[in-house]
């Protein structure tokens, strides 16, 4: 069965730095998402893209971010300059149509330092 | 915006019993409500799920009950067995608005052998 993956799994960085997150969804679905959890929380919605656009984003999504497809199956998170409160457990997920069940990479965990 | 709120935070059980997670949702146009296990350092996985037009819907061990009038759904664990441990979290979405899904606080479920 297809699955999301997402690579790295762990990222250390120094607050300030610059970091990239990559994800693959599944090959024939159309919307992306970017959702983090907070270690002990609850998972929180940062974005989701469809067509090469941004279709919704949170208040947590603000200019230190930015999502890109590079290409035909990436779907990358930039993190400009990385905060203190920005670690997490980042997940990429993906689904066919608005409507349809998304389903979840395996997490990049970031550890800003 | 829609707000999830969910019950308990933390649920002991004995290997046999069953188990309740309980959520309410505040916004009346919610219509699809997921629910996703999450096990220690694994992604959200999606267990089942229920839309408004049905009250409840079992896949074998587990069930999901909604009663759309009091905003509140539930997640039903038969006979739990120690792999059932897990961090359980419900949401809720308007299919008719934001595609984005409500997540809450999840709980962790710990079923004793």
């Known amino acids: 069965e297809p699955e999301v993956t997402q690579t790295p799994s762990h990222q250390v960085t120094q607050m300030g730095q610059e970091v990239i997150l990559r994800c693959v969804p599944i090959?024939?679905?159309?919307?992306f998402y970017w959702y983090r959890q907070i270690l002990g929380q609850k998972v929180e919605f940062l974005v989701s893209?469809?067509?090469?656009?941004?279709?919704?984003k949170s208040e947590i999504f603000d200019d230190q971010f930015s999502v890109e497809r590079p290409d035909g199956s990436n779907f990358t998170l930039k993190i400009r300059s990385t905060k203190l409160e920005d670690s997490a457990m980042y997940f990429c997920?993906?689904?066919?149509?608005?409507?349809?069940?998304?389903?979840f990479g395996p997490g990049t965990r970031l550890t800003v330092l | 915006g829609e707000n999830v709120e969910q019950h308990p935070s933390t649920l002991s059980v004995q290997e046999g019993d069953s188990a309740v997670i309980k959520c309410t949702y505040s916004?009346?146009?919610?219509?699809?409500f997921p629910w996703y296990k999450q096990e220690l350092g694994k992604r959200p996985q999606l267990i089942i799920d229920?839309?408004?037009?049905?009250g409840e819907k079992k896949d074998q061990r587990i069930a999901v009950t909604l009663n759309k009038t009091a905003k509140h759904f539930s997640l039903h664990i038969t006979e739990t067995q120690p792999e059932d441990s897990a961090v359980y979290f419900c949401?809720?979405?308007?299919?008719?608005?934001?595609?984005?899904?409500?997540f809450g606080r999840g709980t962790s479920l710990i079923v004793h052998p």
């Open positions: 893209f469809y067509n090469n656009e941004i279709s919704e």
């Open positions: 916004d009346s146009a919610s219509n699809y």
């Open positions: 229920i839309r408004s037009n049905v």
């Open positions: 997920a993906s689904s066919k149509e608005t409507t349809d069940t998304q389903y």
């Open positions: 090959s024939n679905h159309l919307y």
């Open positions: 949401a809720a979405r308007d299919s008719g608005g934001s595609y984005i899904p409500t």
